[in-house]
């Protein structure tokens, strides 16, 4: 699902509200006891073993398709990306999406349905790698303070009732990004030097 901006935060029943984490947005495939991390651009990831491994113990499924973001986070549980591209700290994944459960496609069943079954097949565990991205509703200029006072990316919005297929029409996935978000400055100097 495609994500676009908008710069305001705002409040509607009809929509969910998460925090955006700053990671690596991946699909994870599990099936037949093994894992897969996907990019945006269909590149597996091949550096997140540890990662995979726990996935495929906690999740009771013959096969799911996830989407969540890879993240490592500090002590107090923030995320934290310069730490990801050089893989300096233990990576989790926060899912905060299911596609497919146990050969059942569920991209046609409205985001909250959604969120309901991925919220069974998620441990409940703190020590886990793999976490649940928990939501508020409705309320989502408190969700942009907070995430904002937390020193946070921003949030994501969602339409509750919107299925996982894109809509060219209109938006059901938006971003809206914390404008004082310290972990942006020198971003795109550091995929330079990865780059180069």
């Not at 146990?102 to 079954?117: M, Y």
């Amino acid at each position: 699902m495609p994500l676009t901006q908008k710069p305001k935060p705002f409040d509607h029943p009809d929509w969910i509200f998460e925090i955006k984490y700053d990671g690596f947005r991946a699909l994870t495939y599990i099936e037949k006891g093994d894992c897969r991390l996907v990019s945006r651009k269909n590149h597996a990831y091949r550096s997140f073993h540890v990662l995979c491994e726990e996935i495929t113990s906690c999740i009771e499924a013959d096969n799911a398709i996830i989407d969540g973001e890879i993240v490592c986070l500090s002590e107090q549980g923030r995320p934290q990306f310069y730490e990801l591209p050089h893989r300096r700290s233990d990576p989790y994944l926060y899912a905060f999406d299911l596609l497919w459960l146990n050969g059942e496609d569920l991209r046609a069943l409205p985001q909250h349905d959604r969120k309901k079954r991925l919220r069974k097949v998620i441990p409940r565990s703190k020590r886990s790698r793999l976490r649940f991205s928990d939501h508020i509703e409705a309320a989502g200029c408190e969700a942009f303070r907070a995430a904002c006072d937390m020193d946070l990316e921003g949030i994501v919005a969602k339409e509750k009732h919107a299925s996982y297929i894109a809509d060219t029409r209109r938006s059901t996935w938006i971003k809206i990004k914390n404008p004082r978000y310290t972990q942006a400055e020198g971003r795109h100097e550091l995929f330079d030097q990865m780059r180069g």
